[in-house]
């Protein structure tokens, strides 16, 4: 078996004093972010968005395939439409399935099946997640870790929106494959996360919440 090719890494070596600084503004910085569902339809330039998928590009992925696709999304009718089939599936959660705990739990968010903000909101990025690739030649690779890839590479998309004073909201409808039709992707990939971007209206608010103290969130082992 061909030796793969390697290349040098020699990242920037910083004095634990300036790494914890920047650890700290970076901790500050994201703990002021917040998901919205109250957004402007003032424009955003295409260029953010380019520039938080190629930020999520740097994610780390099983064996480097990069099993993701961002389909984003700015014509006003695409959005229409998506909203209008989000919300049916949106009524059907609320209105007819079972699930107690599930709505209790969002209960505290004020969330129903009202998304009017797919309207309002300048771009709809959708990321799909690549079961198989499509390779050059036309066979299909599988892909493995897919959620686990997908899932970072969507962490850095929401940090990188966030960098650039925008905001944005992990919607999952469920079931989500009327996307899938809307916008025309092929049987290998499905609908992961369907993200508004934007930035946030001028009577924005959100919800009271406390995040995880740390004590509940790390353990350490010495």
Not at 122 to 148: I, M
């Amino acid at each position: 078996m061909t030796e793969p090719p390697f290349v040098p890494y020699r990242p920037e070596r910083v004095p634990p004093d300036v790494g914890l600084r920047r650890g700290r503004e970076f901790l500050g910085h994201m703990d002021r972010r917040r998901s919205v569902r109250s957004f402007s339809s003032a424009p955003v330039p295409h260029e953010a968005i380019e520039l938080a998928v190629s930020a999520a590009n740097t994610a780390p992925s099983g064996a480097h395939q990069q099993p993701w696709t961002f389909v984003a999304v700015s014509d006003p009718d695409v959005r229409h439409r998506i909203r209008l089939a989000a919300e049916v599936e949106e009524r059907r959660f609320y209105r007819e399935r079972d699930l107690p705990e599930w709505h209790e739990a969002l209960a505290m968010l004020g969330t129903d099946e009202h998304k009017d903000y797919l309207d309002v909101v300048p771009w709809l990025v959708v990321v799909f997640a690549q079961k198989q690739t499509v390779l050059p030649d036309g066979r299909l690779r599988k892909n493995y870790y897919v959620s686990e890839s997908v899932g970072l590479a969507c962490g850095l998309f929401i940090a990188a929106l966030h960098t650039m004073g925008l905001a944005t909201l992990p919607h999952t409808p469920s079931p989500m494959g009327f996307l899938t039709t809307l916008l025309d992707r092929p049987p290998t990939e499905r609908p992961y996360i369907l993200f508004p971007v934007g930035y946030p209206s001028s009577d924005c608010r959100v919800p009271d919440l406390a995040r995880k103290p740390l004590a509940e969130a790390l353990v350490l082992r010495s």
